[in-house]
């Protein structure tokens, strides 16, 4: 497996570039951080991750090595290849991507092309725990980066109504439960459940 390839910049566009590394020319998929962060001519390097299929071998090519494991993360979800994978971290950095799914944060997560709530709530619940703890969560110190009290309780109604429970009725139940900060979405949505299910 090709892991890091160094050589000539040949060819540079917005989704991919090809690099000319001792005569040969590899071509390498990258998001939109590569592409303005590239250079146009010269010298490069960059990580990559070879993708294997049935039909073809493609490689993707990544500035940080965060950014490659974060693509590699993405693609092991079902139903996100990694064309979406890189379409994501086209429109997102690695750090606030982290962030959104450690948080919770399904309403950013859903607003990158291609993610629908379902996928968000998806990445959520399946990545939560091999993103870990993201560094500078937390700038003001006060918690409010690290837990959208106000936007995970949002989230959690909006799931409850599309499980079939009246929106009044959810937000009274998560009125009544005892919610710190340190709780996931996951589960205030579940202690909800089982509150509603009584």
Do not use: W
Not at 71 to 87: H, Q, R
């Amino acid at each position: 497996m090709i892991a890091l390839l160094r050589g000539k910049l040949a060819y540079k566009s917005i989704d991919h570039v090809i690099i000319d590394v001792g005569g040969v020319g590899y071509r390498l998929f990258i998001p939109l951080s590569s592409f303005y962060s590239l250079p146009e001519t010269g010298e490069v390097s960059l990580f990559t991750h070879t993708h294997v299929r049935e039909d073809t071998l493609s490689l993707y090519g990544f500035q940080t090595v965060e950014e490659k494991d974060l693509f590699v993360t993405l693609i092991s979800i079902s139903g996100i290849g990694p064309k979406l994978a890189v379409n994501i971290l086209s429109h997102s950095s690695a750090h606030d991507l982290k962030t959104a799914i450690a948080t919770g944060d399904i309403k950013s997560l859903s607003s990158l092309p291609g993610i629908g709530k379902k996928t968000a709530e998806r990445l959520v619940l399946e990545l939560k725990d091999k993103v870990g703890p993201v560094k500078g969560e937390d700038p003001l110190g006060d918690g409010s980066a690290r837990f959208p009290a106000r936007e995970m309780i949002a989230d959690v109604v909006s799931a409850l109504v599309n499980l079939g429970y009246k929106e009044n009725q959810a937000r009274k139940v998560l009125e009544n439960m005892e919610l710190s900060p340190e709780l996931s979405m996951e589960q205030v949505l579940k202690g909800a459940l089982k509150v509603l299910i009584r």
